[in-house]
């Protein structure tokens, strides 16, 4: 069974940092993309970066664009989401998703495995 492990929340003044991290265990038969995704109360679940698996390509929401940076570790067993410059519009829930099939997106619904989450605070 594929589990999504996030980890690495908390909470911190505007202008700080945090790194997130995903640890992904079971077989998975195909990993095409991974992402961060984000929800705040009342808000829909946004996406925030995306990764490809096979060739790192990478996207950013604009919303987050020169402040997060999405990677993946050597053996793609763990997701990382370097949060910069954090400012109280980026307080949601986060989590780490992952993609079975080609292309990568921040449609939510066409992640195959989620995380639980974890949260973020930023307070001015």
């Known amino acids: 069974q594929v589990q999504l492990v996030e980890s690495g929340g908390g909470s911190v003044q505007a202008g700080g940092s945090l790194r997130l991290s995903c640890a992904v265990s079971?077989?998975?038969?195909?990993?095409?993309?991974m992402a961060w995704f984000r929800q705040a109360p009342g808000k829909e679940r946004e996406g925030v970066a995306t990764?490809?698996?096979?060739?790192?390509?990478?996207y950013y929401a604009d919303s987050v664009k020169g402040r997060f940076t999405i990677s993946q570790d050597n053996s793609k067993n763990t997701l990382l989401l370097q949060m910069n410059s954090l400012k109280p519009e980026d307080t949601a829930m986060y989590y780490c998703?992952?993609?079975?099939?080609?292309?990568?997106?921040?449609?939510?619904?066409?992640?195959?495995?989620w995380g639980q989450g974890t949260q973020v605070t930023v307070s001015s």
């Open positions: 998703a992952l993609k079975s099939t080609l292309g990568c997106m921040t449609v939510a619904d066409r992640y195959n495995y």
């Open positions: 079971g077989y998975v038969a195909s990993r095409r993309c």
């Open positions: 990764i490809s698996t096979y060739s790192d390509t990478t």
